[in-house]
């Protein structure tokens, strides 16, 4: 087959399918789709419309890491005679600073994609929007194992007044190793099941985040796109 | 019938026409996106072999190009140049998706899908083989080689190739020869010598 028989067969085909739109008025269909556009716009998986929900989850998250970078603040300027405390403090001030960061750079980066931009500025936005997605996820994910201590023992001399160090320190110092070995455990896990992952897509989004197949693929398609860039 | 070849021509009345004229947008919308119906169509069949996804692509770029109808400016690009934006955009990140469903899912692999019959392969008289040959050739292709050879196929200039996928003419010009020696190569591979 030749090339100009190609586009013999691509004028062909462009019959067929105006053929096919006169016989099935697709055009009908178009203006229903519009009519269902709100009841559609729940199904668009990264459409526009995810994209803005994306974009004001992120001022959501932002706004709310703010109030608590305020917290730790006082918090840790209040406690700053009590190493453990001042510690606490510190990492909840720093780790709420990463999110603050993270959660603006994706709201900029989601707020850019415009469909009608040119295709190869918008996949590139995209790829990198999902890269930054793929890496801030883990990396602000997996310290949970044992920020959540760190939140706890801040909210608990907050609140209560109670020093969970003080009172119980090796729960405190085991629980803390017991986070650092789940977190290496939780990549581990995720790369073991990343070759038979499972069917629920939230559970799957996590293990292909953590064993850094999301990463691998938002790489390969900028690498891709720069490909075709060049000359 | 709008055929290819009508299309620019349609363009050059749609930059000349004002489009807040007295008609509601969307029967203005609905007007050009009939008009140019064989882009969408053209990109939604490029990037889907499944009829069901291809109707979703196909509602997909409707409801994203009006969505983006009202600042769609006819002084700034052709609305055919805008529709593609969209469409390729569209289409590309559906793809994207799709590739990530079919990794977790799949039983079927790229090669499964492309080996599916595709119903407008098919006319009133039985199989059309070139249609098909050409389905085979783009199916191989990444997606952004794919809509450099939709955009290739459907004739558009290479200025407003360039303007559609964000790169030079002159890039343009070169990834064209390079796609058409690609693909010379892949329809009529070299012969190989014979031993004796």
């Known amino acids: ?231 | 019938m709008d055929t290819i070849t009508d299309l620019p021509v349609i363009d050059a009345i749609d930059t000349h026409a004002d489009p807040r004229q007295a008609d509601p947008p969307q029967a203005r919308f609905a007007a050009l996106l009939d008009r140019h119906r064989g882009i969408v169509l053209k990109v939604a069949h490029g990037y889907c072999r499944d009829t069901e996804d291809r109707r979703d692509l196909l509602q997909d770029i409707s409801v994203q190009a009006w969505r983006a109808f009202p600042a769609f400016d006819p002084s700034r690009s052709r609305f055919s140049t805008w529709l593609y934006r969209i469409a390729l955009n569209v289409a590309i990140s559906q793809v994207r998706r799709s590739q990530l469903r079919r990794q977790h899912h799949a039983s079927l692999d790229d090669e499964a899908m492309a080996s599916l019959p595709d119903p407008a392969a098919h006319g009133p008289d039985g199989a059309d083989a070139g249609i098909r040959a050409l389905h085979a050739v783009i199916d191989r292709l990444d997606p952004l080689n794919r809509a450099l050879m939709l955009l290739y196929l459907d004739e558009r200039s290479h200025r407003e190739i360039a303007e559609i996928l964000g790169i030079s003419e002159g890039n343009v010009a070169t990834k064209l020869h390079r796609l058409r020696q690609r693909i010379r190569e892949e329809l009529d591979p070299p012969a190989t010598p014979r031993t004796p």
């Not at chain 1, 606490?88 to 469909?115: M, N």
């Not at chain 1, 931009?117 to 996949?123: E, K, M, R, S, Y």
């Open chain 1, 1 to 231: 087959m030749e090339l100009d028989e190609m586009k013999s067969a691509w004028s062909r085909l462009d019959a067929e399918l105006d053929a096919a739109w006169t016989r099935l008025d697709l055009r009908a269909d178009g203006i229903e789709a519009l009519v269902l556009q709100d009841r559609r716009e729940r199904g668009l998986g990264l459409g526009r419309a995810a994209l803005r929900r994306f974009g004001l989850a992120q001022l959501v998250e932002m706004a709310v890491w703010i109030a608590m970078v305020i917290v730790a603040a006082s918090f840790w300027y209040d406690h700053r005679a009590t190493p453990h405390l001042l510690a606490a403090g510190l990492v909840l001030h720093v780790y709420g600073i990463a999110a603050i960061w993270a959660a603006a750079t994706r709201a900029l980066l989601a707020a850019g994609v415009y469909y009608t931009a040119p295709v190869l500025d918008i996949q590139r936005r995209l790829a990198r929007l999902r890269r930054f997605t793929s890496v801030t996820t883990v990396a602000l994910g997996l310290p949970w194992w044992c920020l959540w201590l760190v939140a706890t023992m801040v909210g608990a001399k907050l609140w209560m007044g109670i020093d969970l160090y003080t009172a119980a320190p090796g729960w405190v110092v085991s629980t803390l190793a017991f986070g650092v070995v789940a977190m290496a455990g939780s990549v581990w896990l995720a790369v073991r099941w990343s070759r038979h992952p499972p069917a629920h897509p939230w559970l799957r989004a996590i293990i292909d985040d953590l064993a850094g197949c999301n990463l691998r693929r938002a790489g390969r398609q900028l690498d891709e796109i720069e490909r075709f860039e060049r000359a």
